[in-house]
């Protein structure tokens, strides 16, 4: 396995700790209050090995920057309608940033372009009506039409049969993988041993590699 795993929306300590034990490269933490995995107070256990990435919608810079050095934050990924000044601003502070487009058209895609240069990576995600996942697939084909020069992530209803579908995906930009929602038992909490499943198919995945910073 050579691409980056990212497990978002965790909220418990001893289920991040046996996450984190499966080699995940990346951790997300929730700090949208409208979200069912909201972190609203710190965890007796963060990731040590594991990059900490907060998710964040539309909250103010002043905010972010708060939440990153209470966690520890690795990187800030935005989730709202974060303008390219906001992305710059942060950079400028030294934050590494993911920043999500959701994804339902091709026209989608047409926002990314203005975003070139400041971030590390982008996140494609399944468009809803709210902010956040909606457990869906979009259709990865439309991610032919993207040629910039950020590697993205994928999101939006990966499953633990997703492995076949990763496999015959194939983008030079495609840096790896965000898993949330289809790998809990509750909101929050993920399965352990079905993300460990999911991981010895994944593996058999040959992609170039990107290195989590």
Known sequence: MNN?????????????????????????????????RCLCEIPDYLPVHAKRVGVFVNESKDNVLMYA???GLD???LHGSESPEYCRSLRNDGMRLIKAFP???????????????????????????????????????????????????????INPYSAKAIRE?????FAGIDLNSRFETAPGIKDVERIRQFLEEYKKINYKSYEPY
Not at 169 to 173: D, L
């Open 69 to 71: 050095d209470r966690f």
């Open 75 to 77: 990187c800030v990924q």
């Open 169 to 173: 995906f194939h983008h030079f930009r």
């Open 4 to 36: 980056i795993i990212k497990v978002c929306g965790m909220t418990n300590a001893d289920n991040i700790r046996n996450v984190e034990r499966l080699g995940i490269d990346m951790i997300g933490f929730i700090f949208y209050p409208k979200s069912p």
């Open 103 to 157: 994804i339902s058209h091709p026209k989608d895609l047409l926002a990314v372009s203005a975003y070139n240069g400041l971030c590390d990576y982008y996140l494609f995600d399944t468009k809803t009506p709210q902010y956040g996942g909606s457990g869906s697939q979009f259709d990865w084909n439309l991610l032919n039409r993207y040629n910039g020069t950020t590697p993205f992530l994928l999101s939006g209803g």
